[in-house]
Every structure is written in C-alpha cells, then in structure tokens.
C-alpha cells in the first residue's frame, strides 16, 4: 500500500511532492493530462518569488520544480484518474485509474482548475500572445496598450481595476445588460474613467497580426450589429471549473465542484486532502497553490503519525 498518492503535478502537487519525499513517505504522483498545469500556459511568470528580475518561464518553472521533486525520491506516473473511493476494507483509499488501481493511505488532491475560455478561432494560436486568463499573471506585458476583459462577474470587475493601472485603456464587454459582480465591484469599475463597459456584447472573432493579436469581432446581441475594437489584449474572466470530477459525491463539495476544506487541507474524508485551485476559487496564484500544497504535505504526514484529524 502506498503511503500517499497525489493527484496533480502543478505548483500544489509539485510542492506537496517535494516535501513528503523529503519526509521519507516515498509519494507516487499522478502526473495528469497536463502535466505541469495551468502555469505551462502562461509565458514569463514574473511574480514568482526568487526567479529574478527576469522571470522565468512558465513550463521551465515546472519542469524544475518537478526534476527537483523527482531529485527527493518522488515517482511519477502518467494516467488519468477515474475514481478516488474508500477501501471496502475500510483501511485507507483505492485511486482508480483508467485501467488499474491503487491502493493508499493517504490522497492530495492537487488537480487544479481550468479557466473557462471563449471558444474564438485561433484561440489556441494566440493564448500567451494576447489571449490571457489571467490578469495577474499577465497584466504587465500589457502596460500603455489596449486590452479589452469578457465577463460581468467578480473576476472580470478585479481584472478590469487591475488592468486599469496598467493599461492605456480597458474595454469591459459582457454580454447582458447587468453585472453579477457584487455592488462595490461593478461601482469601483463604473467610475473608473479608463474603463469604458460595452453591454449585451459578445465577442465572436479575433484579428492578429505577427505580434499576436490584433483586434476583436464583436456583435451587440440587441441590434445584431457586428463591430472591431483594435486591441492588444483581450482578458477572458468568465469562470473557472475545478477539476473534481472524480471525487463527486465521495468528498464534500460545493455546488461548482469546488472542494470544502477545514483546519488547512483536510476534507470530509478522512486520509484524502485538498490543495491549491481545488479548493481556493479566490486566489488561484501559483504561490498560494504552493503554500497549500505545502500544507497538504504537513498534515499527511502528521495524519500518518496518527495526530490529527
Ligand atoms: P462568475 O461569477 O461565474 O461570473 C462569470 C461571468 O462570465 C458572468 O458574468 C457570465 O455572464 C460570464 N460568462 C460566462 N460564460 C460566458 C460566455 N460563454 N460568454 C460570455 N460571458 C460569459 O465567475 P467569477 O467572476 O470568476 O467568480 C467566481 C466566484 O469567485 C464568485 O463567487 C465570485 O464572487 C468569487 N470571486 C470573488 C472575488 C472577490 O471577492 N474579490 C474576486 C473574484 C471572484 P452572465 O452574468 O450573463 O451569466
């Protein structure tokens, strides 16, 4: 029986990696079908503590964070899990996968979320090249142009201030007639005088040049008139779905999928753990995805000890 498996090879899986090898708990780690996470599609990170004045890559961060998971003892496996369950015996976990399974102790699941993304031609050309989910992550490449945000949420109003401070000019485009975002939000952004809002709008194509992308298509969805708005970036805040799939109905969740946890990582089931976007639907950043993780590996390992939970 393993000791633990984590599910997940982002900033939480990784960590979470990294420090229960070093606790000698010998983790298997499920790679999953992007290895490496969301961090693997953003450019330069440049707020990650400790890569320089310069940044560092987004794919180059995770391999080293994984080699140096690999490097404490690690092991990694590539699949796709189906199934996290209590053991019929009673004593730990059974993680299925596609065609096997395994037995555990102890599960972190550190599977992260995925932003949800406007089905645009050429989308997958021009994400990382003024396509973004991301402000925060990608904000700064953006500071004196044009950028437009998709969303009438929370995150679209946070990604619309936060642009504002960086950018020449934020377009807001949502495609009703009213924001859901809370009232304080939506009125920050309202008398925002760089942020000009477009109402029932929907953004259905791109323009690009050899620097990336150009311009947007747009279509008011009340006169079904189509017009272009010249921007360098357009900032997609329309949600995100965590990846919990497989652990519906067997852990406590809310009604977006998004995992309850208490005292730090702990779930409603006892030996199974929660890290990084699974679990945090507000922060979402890398760093705070590590800390968890982090977190996570610590508790495992007092739960395996017997103190706690
Ligand atoms: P959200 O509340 O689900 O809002 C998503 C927005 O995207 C909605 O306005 C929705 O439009 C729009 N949308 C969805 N699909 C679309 C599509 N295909 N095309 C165009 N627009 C589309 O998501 P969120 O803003 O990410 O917030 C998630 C949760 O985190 C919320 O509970 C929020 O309160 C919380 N949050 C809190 C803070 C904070 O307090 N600081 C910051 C960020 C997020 P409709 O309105 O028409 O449905």
Redesign the pocket.
């Known amino acids: 029986m393993e000791k633990v498996v984590i599910i997940g090879s982002g900033p939480a899986g990784l960590t979470a990696a990294i420090y229960t090898a070093r606790a000698a708990l010998e983790p298997l780690v499920i790679a999953g079908l992007q290895p490496g996470g969301q961090l693997t599609t953003t450019s330069i990170v440049e707020n990650w503590p400790g890569a320089g004045p310069e940044g560092i890559d987004g794919n180059e961060l995770m391999q080293k964070m994984r080699a140096q998971a690999e490097h404490m003892g690690a092991r990694f496996l590539d699949g796709r899990v189906v199934k996290v369950e209590r053991a019929d015996s009673g004593a730990g976990l059974v993680v299925k996968l596609d065609d096997s399974e395994i037995s555990t102790k102890t599960v972190i699941v550190a599977t992260g979320a995925s932003a ?1 993304t ?1 089905p645009l031609p050429n989308k997958d050309k021009l994400m990382g090249y003024g396509l973004s989910t991301c402000a925060v992550c990608d904000g700064f490449f953006y500071r004196g142009k044009k950028v437009a945000v ?7 109003m ?1 990604e619309a201030s936060y642009l504002a401070k960086l950018a020449a000019e934020v377009t807001l485009i ?3 007639d009213a ?2 975002a809370s009232k304080t939000m939506q009125e920050r952004v309202k008398a925002n005088p760089k942020i000009k809002i477009l109402f029932n709008t ?1 953004v259905v194509d791109t323009r690009s040049d050899a620097q990336g992308l150009s311009g947007l298509v747009m279509s008011n969805l009340v006169t079904k008139e189509t017009s272009e708005l010249p921007v360098d970036g357009l900032f997609m ?4 779905h965590p990846n919990t799939e497989f652990v519906r109905g067997v852990v406590d969740m809310d009604d977006k999928g998004y995992i309850h946890v208490t005292n730090g990582t702990y779930t409603s089931v006892p030996g199974l753990f929660a890290a990084g976007d699974v679990e945090d ?2 922060y979402r950043q890398a760093i705070t995805a590590a800390g968890r993780g982090c977190q996570a590996a610590l508790q495992v390992e007092r739960y395996i000890e017997g103190v706690g939970h």
Not at 237 to 240: K, L, Q, S
């Open positions: 949800i406007l998709v969303g009438g949420g929370d995150s679209a946070e949502h495609r009703r924001f859901r929907e805040a329309i949600g995100h639907q507000l």
